[in-house]
């Protein structure tokens, strides 16, 4: 009777730990309310120019993003959205005869300062883009390329990080049997959903989304804002989109561009329901852009 009852209690403990564990691998998000969160992106006084000056694209953009949000930007083609988002990574650098002017803060640290670890920081703000580009090798490789050239050799080691960000990209399901096969094989939405979590395998604190759904169906486009609103748990997400609908389905923020100059920045509905500024009404009702 008494080995009964021991081995109750030890089914009862085994259970409680499994529950525990869970709880540790699904990291249960914080629910700090927004206006307590720590801004992990603030851009102060930002001038930005092509053509070794000759053409401004941004004016003067102040802006503060908090972590564990979605920000969306919107705003006509042209009005420097895809230029913003890419001063948060440096990916304008890449480009010739550009000059900033100005702070982008991640994290508290300049990342303009110079002796700033660019492909570190690349890591830590990863970047998705409008149109998937997977690499022309398999699923696998795809997502374990950044882990590998970061120098992770094992290959238990690997295969976790490779299952994890296919399981967060909600891909884990579809490709877990094909991981061998090309990523070029998989459908358009799928292999946006391969590039979130080749991005995601880099551990960032920050993922930047350029029009990524613009190219996809609604039903993968759906997907991919499911994803992101789960995704927003663990990163700070900062998405350019065309579509009004889906800044206001998936964003806590929005940010309205016009010309280079962010016009209104504010909370999503705010912005949506009650804009401040004219121009921010007549773009979201439709009458320019
Ligand atoms: N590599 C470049 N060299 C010169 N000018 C550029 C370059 N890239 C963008 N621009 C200019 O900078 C301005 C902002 O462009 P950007 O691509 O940031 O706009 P956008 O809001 O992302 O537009 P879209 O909605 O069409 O993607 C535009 O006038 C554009 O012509
Ligand atoms: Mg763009």
């Given at each position: 009777?008494?080995?009964?009852?021991?081995?109750?209690?030890?089914?009862?403990?085994d259970?409680e730990l499994e529950i525990l564990d869970e709880a540790k691998i699904m990291?249960?998000?914080?629910?700090?309310?927004?206006?307590?969160?720590?801004?992990?992106?603030?851009?102060?006084?930002?001038?930005?120019?092509?053509?070794?000056?000759?053409?401004?694209?941004?004016?003067?953009?102040?802006?503060?993003?908090?972590?564990?949000?979605?920000?969306?930007?919107?705003?006509?083609?042209?009005?420097?959205?895809?230029?913003?988002?890419?001063?948060?990574?440096?990916?304008?650098?890449?480009?010739?005869?550009?000059?900033?002017?100005?702070?982008?803060?991640?994290?508290?640290?300049?990342?303009?300062?110079?002796?700033?670890?660019?492909?570190?920081?690349?890591?830590?703000?990863?970047?998705?883009?409008?149109?998937?580009?997977?690499?022309?090798?398999?699923?696998?490789?795809?997502?374990?390329?950044?882990?590998?050239?970061?120098?992770?050799?094992?290959?238990?080691?690997?295969?976790?990080?490779?299952?994890?960000?296919?399981?967060?990209?909600?891909?884990?399901?579809?490709?877990?049997?094909?991981?061998?096969?090309?990523?070029?094989?998989?459908?358009?939405?799928?292999?946006?959903?391969?590039?979130?979590?080749?991005?995601?395998?880099?551990?960032?604190?920050?993922?930047?989304?350029?029009?990524?759904?613009?190219?996809?169906?609604?039903?993968?486009?759906?997907?991919?804002?499911?994803?992101?609103?789960?995704?927003?748990?663990?990163?700070?997400?900062?998405?350019?989109?065309?579509?009004?609908?889906?800044?206001?389905?998936?964003?806590?923020?929005?940010?309205?561009?016009?010309?280079?100059?962010?016009?209104?920045?504010?909370?999503?509905?705010?912005?949506?329901?009650?804009?401040?500024?004219?121009?921010?009404?007549?773009?979201?009702?439709?009458?320019?852009?």
């Amino acid at each position: 009777m008494a080995e009964t009852k021991k081995t109750e209690w030890n089914n009862n403990q085994d259970k409680e730990l499994e529950i525990l564990d869970e709880a540790k691998i699904m990291k249960k998000p914080k629910k700090v309310p927004l206006k307590q969160r720590e801004n992990v992106i603030e851009i102060k006084n930002l001038d930005f120019f092509y053509n070794h000056g000759e053409k401004q694209a941004l004016f003067n953009i102040n802006m503060k993003i908090k972590e564990n949000t979605v920000t969306a930007f919107i705003g006509p083609s042209g009005c420097g959205k895809s230029t913003l988002l890419r001063t948060i990574n440096r990916m304008n650098d890449l480009v010739d005869g550009t000059i900033i002017d100005g702070e982008v803060m991640v994290n508290d640290f300049n990342i303009y300062e110079a002796g700033t670890d660019v492909v570190k920081l690349r890591t830590q703000v990863g970047m998705v883009f409008q149109k998937a580009n997977p690499f022309p090798m398999s699923i696998y490789d795809n997502v374990a390329f950044g882990p590998r050239n970061q120098g992770v050799k094992d290959k238990n080691a690997l295969n976790q990080i490779v299952e994890d960000a296919l399981k967060k990209a909600a891909l884990w399901d579809n490709v877990k049997d094909f991981l061998k096969d090309s990523a070029l094989g998989l459908s358009g939405g799928q292999q946006q959903r391969l590039c979130i979590a080749r991005a995601i395998a880099m551990r960032p604190k920050i993922l930047l989304m350029d029009e990524p759904t613009s190219a996809l169906d609604p039903i993968a486009t759906l997907k991919v804002e499911e994803l992101i609103l789960k995704l927003k748990e663990e990163y700070t997400i900062v998405i350019v989109t065309h579509s009004m609908a889906q800044a206001t389905r998936v964003s806590d923020y929005t940010g309205f561009f016009l010309q280079g100059e962010l016009v209104e920045f504010d909370r999503t509905k705010k912005i949506f329901t009650n804009p401040k500024d004219k121009k921010t009404e007549d773009y979201i009702s439709g009458r320019f852009g």
